[in-house]
């Protein structure tokens, strides 16, 4: 086998080799905290949150907001880093929600 041929099939290997690691490390730092119907429920509760301060003044949304999102978390039994990420990640991806 010339060095010609080796050299561009240790480079078509290469590439495959790096393309599988780049998915495989993706896939993982991509997967939602919070899932499915929990998922569903989480937002639709935040939504209503939301929903629910749309007329307070700033200062008092900030104060209840915080209430209502430890509420969130504690009936979800979720964390707020969880929720946040979960949050980054459909920002991103909207997408890959599916």
Not at 20 to 34: D, E, F, H, V
Not at 36 to 51: F, H, N, Q, R
Not at 60 to 89: A, C, M, P
Request: some cysteine; proline content about 2%.
């Amino acid at each position: 086998m010339s060095y010609m041929v080796w050299y561009k099939f240790l480079g078509w290997w290469s590439g495959v080799g790096l393309i599988l690691l780049m998915a495989c490390t993706n896939s993982n730092q991509n997967r939602l905290p919070i899932k499915g119907e929990k998922l569903i429920e989480v937002l639709t509760d935040a939504y209503l949150a939301e929903a629910a301060m749309q007329t307070l003044t700033e200062r008092i949304k900030d104060s209840l907001g915080q209430i209502y999102y430890q509420q969130l978390f504690e009936i979800h039994q979720i964390t707020k880093s969880d929720f946040d990420k979960t949050i980054q990640l459909i920002e991103k991806r909207p997408y890959a929600v599916g």
